[in-house]
């Protein structure tokens, strides 16, 4: 359904810094950049999803949207919490520290950043399990 989503930057070179190890994490690589927009995603599939952070086309300041979040799908509980870690490292802000999310559904644990720029983002598992049985 989705074929790529961009962010808007006001500092390519802080994104690309917070991005790429982010995007590591989860299997993804930096597929393009030039002075305008980079890219991650899988470079052997052209026709697979994409983010993009780039400065905004029409020339204006860049800035956040209001009630938009990009999520990226993550397979386990940890890799999540690392997500997390790489992201407040990197200067990130803290939206919601991960944790389950029973509200949402069993087994969706998710955590919520913002990227320096203040782009919304989350890290989601929609099947994770506690790391501990519960008693």
């Given at each position: 359904?989705?074929?790529y989503?961009?962010?808007?930057?006001?500092?390519?070179?802080?994104?690309?810094?917070?991005?790429d190890?982010?995007?590591?994490?989860?299997?993804?690589?930096?597929?393009y950049?030039?002075?305008?927009?980079?890219?991650?995603?899988?470079?052997?599939?052209?026709?697979?999803?994409?983010?993009?952070?780039?400065?905004?086309?029409d020339?204006?300041t860049?800035?956040?949207g209001?009630?938009?979040?990009?999520?990226?799908?993550?397979?386990?509980?940890?890799l999540?919490?690392?997500?997390?870690?790489v992201?407040?490292?990197?200067?990130?802000?803290e939206?919601g520290?991960?944790?389950?999310?029973?509200?949402?559904?069993?087994?969706?644990?998710?955590a919520?950043?913002?990227?320096?720029?203040?782009?919304?983002?989350?890290?989601v598992?929609?099947?994770?399990?506690?790391?501990?049985?519960?008693?």
């Open positions: 359904m989705i074929g989503t961009m962010v808007g930057t006001t500092d390519l070179k802080r994104a690309e810094h917070f991005y190890p982010l995007m590591a994490l989860i299997g993804q690589e930096r597929c950049c030039d002075e305008q927009v980079s890219s991650w995603g899988r470079k052997d599939d052209g026709k697979a999803p994409r983010f993009f952070a780039c400065h905004p086309f020339g204006g860049a800035s956040v209001n009630g938009a979040m990009t999520a990226f799908l993550a397979e386990s509980a940890g999540i919490d690392r997500l997390f870690e992201a407040m490292e990197r200067g990130g802000r939206e520290k991960p944790g389950f999310r029973p509200h949402y559904g069993e087994g969706f644990y998710a919520y950043v913002r990227d320096p720029d203040g782009n919304k983002l989350a890290f598992c929609y099947d994770a399990r506690p790391s501990k049985p519960e008693a």
